[in-house]
């Protein structure tokens, strides 16, 4: 199995800034994308976005140019700037994985982290 493990969140006035990071653990695993993603009440989940294995990023429309996503091999950081009450949401950490079982590669599977609160609100 491969976990994702979140960190940052919490509260944070409007304009203001905030870190996400989540970092994969497990046994045999090759990461080919990560993401983040985010569900506000009453909402569907939707793309945040996302950092290929070659770098490559994508961003929802609603948050180009004030977030940024990083990553070093299979951690990630989500850098919030310019925060608005409607980025007010649980973020959930993404990964999409091949595993090494036997010494045979399966998959990719999805995987998910727990989700962290962000709340943006003066």
């Known amino acids: 199995q491969v976990q994702l493990v979140e960190s940052g969140g919490g509260l944070v006035q409007p304009g203001g800034s905030l870190s996400l990071s989540c970092a994969a653990s497990?046994?045999?695993?090759?990461?080919?994308?990560m993401a983040w993603y985010r569900q506000a009440p009453g909402k569907q989940r939707e793309l945040v976005a996302l950092?290929?294995?070659?770098?490559t990023t994508n961003y929802a429309d609603s948050v180009k140019g004030r977030f940024t996503i990083s990553r070093d091999n299979a951690k990630n950081t989500l850098q919030m700037n310019s925060l608005k009450p409607e980025d007010t949401a649980v973020y959930y950490c993404?990964?999409?994985?091949?595993?090494?079982?036997?010494?045979?590669?399966?998959?990719?599977?999805?995987?998910w982290g727990q989700g962290t609160q962000v709340t943006v609100s003066s």
């Open positions: 993404f990964a999409n994985a091949r595993r090494l079982i036997g010494g045979q590669w399966f998959g990719p599977y999805d995987y």
């Open positions: 950092v290929t294995s070659d770098g």
């Open positions: 497990g046994s045999a695993f090759s990461i080919s994308s």
